[in-house]
């Protein structure tokens, strides 16, 4: 494939890329801004991502990640059971809010990758594929993970002068949770995958 | 060379250039490759991004004020603001968790609003200064957006956490709804506005500046 124009998204600069399979980062020679990484073997590295990533969260959300003890009284807290007392107490605006950005949102976007990778990894194009990249450019700012595990930090330390507190099993999974999504959303670049359903488009208007 | 110059733009899903027509002002364009919409910039960015600033400023004042948690224990019922839990942990000596805290829950969500004000002012003001800077400041608003959202998990975690039926219990308080309403909105405002628009006026200035 020769040269193709891109057009930066933060600055509106028409950047003509005369190369652009070759590995690394495209930058705007205007702005700065990272335009699109290309890397060989995304769409393994991808599909292998969000299996560890499945695993993990099915890990994650069947263990409890903290255990409290005080005064011979332990409670278990998981991911449901936030979201669960929050509904009891009637918060229903903070029940969804957490349930959707700690585990709805991180879940589909789970699927959405492996629904489209792994078919891409066997060689075929789904095609539901621009739905699927659609959908995880807009959930991608309302997956926070992330910002969940330092959230469990800073109970850990709150709580740890009233009783005893036990990290339990899917905290490592969790833990190492973040670093996978955190991978995946720097490894997929769905540019090359546009370009397969233009081309699978093209072909079905010929034919 | 802009791709509005040029009469083109860049679908924001799929990143395909489209060809607007400037004749056909005001009809749907949609992507040719992904069916999502196209615009030159987002429509009415400037209105809806002041709007959800405005709205996210009368929200932080009730999600200072009002408690983020009430603890019930024997003792009677303790109720913890921001601002509470911050110096009851400086206090207990938990220096780097007060300042993960006051750093999520009170300096991210005002330097994100001074931020995107200051870019409204700006854009609207058509100024050509400071754009790269400007350009790392938008960013840096969508980067740390999300950080804010630590003292609402912290709150359902202890609720989690904290639950021996009866004896102690931690409910969730009005102020973190508030908060939580702060955190969502100021991440809607920072995506409505357009990046773009920075780069948009003309620099004539600068040349006529320089002589």
């Known amino acids: 494939m020769g040269a193709k124009i891109v057009c930066c998204h933060e600055c509106d600069e028409l950047v003509k890329i005369s190369n652009p399979h070759r590995e690394g980062r495209f930058k705007c020679p205007n702005c700065g801004n990272l335009l699109f990484m290309h890397k060989e073997g995304m769409v393994e590295r991808m599909y292998a991502l969000g299996i560890s990533a499945l695993v993990l969260f099915a890990l994650t959300n069947y263990f409890p990640f903290l255990s409290f003890h005080v005064a011979g009284n332990t409670s278990h807290a998981n991911f449901f059971t936030s979201s669960i007392y929050l509904f009891q107490e009637e918060q229903f605006l903070l029940a969804v809010a957490l349930m959707m950005t700690t585990m709805v949102v991180p879940f589909i976007r789970i699927m959405l990758i492996l629904t489209l990778f792994g078919p891409l990894y066997y060689g075929y194009l789904p095609r539901y594929a621009s739905v699927s990249l659609k959908l995880l450019t807009f959930s991608q700012p309302w997956a926070m993970l992330d910002v969940f595990l330092v959230g469990v930090f800073v109970s850990m330390v709150k709580l740890i002068k009233m009783g005893t507190i036990i990290p339990g099993t899917s905290l490592w999974a969790f833990m190492v949770m973040v670093f996978v999504m955190a991978g995946m959303q720097v490894t997929l670049n769905p540019h090359p995958i546009w370009e397969r359903i233009e081309e699978q488009q093209k072909r079905r208007k010929t034919v | ?211």
């Open chain 2, 1 to 211: 060379m802009r791709a509005i110059d040029a009469g083109l733009t860049s679908c924001h899903v799929c990143h395909q250039l489209v060809r607007l027509p400037k004749e056909k002002t005001g009809v749907h364009l949609v992507c040719p490759r992904c069916g999502e919409e196209v615009h030159m910039r987002k429509p009415n960015s400037i209105q809806f991004t002041w709007a959800l600033v405005m709205a996210s400023i009368i929200f932080y004042i009730p999600a200072n004020l009002l408690p983020m948690m009430h603890v019930q224990t024997f003792a009677g019922t303790q109720s913890d603001t921001i601002i509470s839990g911050v110096l009851y942990f400086l206090e207990t000596g938990s220096y780097l968790i007060a300042a993960v805290i006051f750093i999520a829950s009170i300096i991210v969500p005002i330097t994100k609003l001074i931020i995107l004000i200051y870019l409204l002012i700006s854009v609207q003001h058509k100024c050509t200064l400071h754009r790269h800077q400007r350009k790392k400041l938008y960013a840096l608003t969508e980067i740390i957006g999300k950080w804010s959202m630590v003292d609402v998990y912290v709150v359902g975690i202890m609720i989690a956490l904290v639950h021996f039926g009866g004896l102690t219990t931690i409910e969730a308080g009005e102020g973190a709804n508030f908060f939580l309403l702060v955190v969502v909105v100021t991440m809607v405002a920072a995506m409505q506005f357009d990046p773009k628009l920075i780069w948009d006026p003309k620099e004539e200035k600068e040349e006529n500046a320089g002589y």
